[in-house]
């Protein structure tokens, strides 16, 4: 079955612009995160979609910002780009509600690596 | 509050030796424990889980950890490395919070086998 596909790739932008990247999950799943990911910081989790809601935020501005679709494909959105949202950033989808720990089969994608010069 | 310290940043080691990748946690509550693997440009693979049960845990490509809660510790091993495990290796910890689980990751340790 197809993975955890995430678009674009690679991004290049400029301070002061605005991102939106995207996250298609494994077919059937239905919880979507989001992470974030620097050499400096390690991964650092941003927000957790499930059924079109948020349901945890991570202790990032509100420049991020993200949604979920009815077909559980998921999108983050960087306003004010600044250099140090330089990173990669990781999806990752899971099969059920996430309020077990059994459901902690996290698939995650190849990335987006954003690069703000 | 949970945290997790990978105590090596790095971690060289020859072609067919053991190796392991410590890792300890910090939780106030029961905690499920996990091992990703990254490779270069990729994202992360689950290489295995403590959720319950027996402390030891077996994974894939030849990879197990021991979860010891008296030590917090959930060590990785492997008792004879190939190079293509040359990548970064993470730990993370979960428990609820706000109604859902949220690992919460390891700095990561890299592992760089050498011939």
């Known amino acids: 079955k197809a993975g955890v596909t995430q678009t674009p790739r690679y991004l290049i932008k400029t301070r002061g612009q605005q991102v939106t990247l995207s996250c298609s999950p494994i077919?059937?799943?239905?919880?979507v995160s989001w992470y974030q990911q620097t050499p400096g910081q390690g991964l650092q989790f941003l927000f957790e979609?499930?059924?079109?809601?948020?349901?945890n935020k991570g202790n990032f501005p509100g420049r991020f910002s993200g949604r979920q679709f009815s077909n559980s494909r998921s999108e983050m959105n960087v306003s004010t780009l600044e250099l140090g949202d330089s990173a990669l950033y990781l999806c990752?989808?899971?099969?059920?509600?996430?309020?077990?720990?059994?459901?902690?089969?996290?698939?995650f994608g190849s990335g987006t690596r954003l690069t703000v010069v | 509050a949970q945290s997790v310290t990978q105590l090596d940043s790095q971690v060289p080691v020859f072609e067919e030796a053991p190796v392991e990748l410590r890792c300890n946690y910090s939780?106030?509550?029961?905690?499920?424990l996990f091992w990703y693997v990254q490779y270069p440009n990729q994202g992360l693979q689950l290489l295995l889980k403590?959720?319950?049960?027996?402390?030891l845990v077996k994974g894939i490509n030849g990879f197990e950890a021991e979860f010891n809660k008296s030590q917090t510790s959930f060590h990785l091993r492997k008792p004879s490395v190939h190079i293509s495990d040359t990548a970064e290796y993470f730990c993370a910890v979960t428990s609820l919070s706000g109604g859902s689980y949220i690992p919460t990751f390891g700095r990561g340790t890299s592992l760089i086998v050498h011939p």
């Open positions: 979609y499930f059924s079109e809601t948020q349901r």
């Open positions: 939780s106030s509550v029961s905690v499920y």
């Open positions: 990752a989808s899971s099969p059920g509600q996430g309020t077990n720990a059994r459901d902690l089969d996290y698939t």
């Open positions: 077919s059937g799943h239905r919880s």
């Open positions: 403590y959720l319950s049960g027996s402390t």
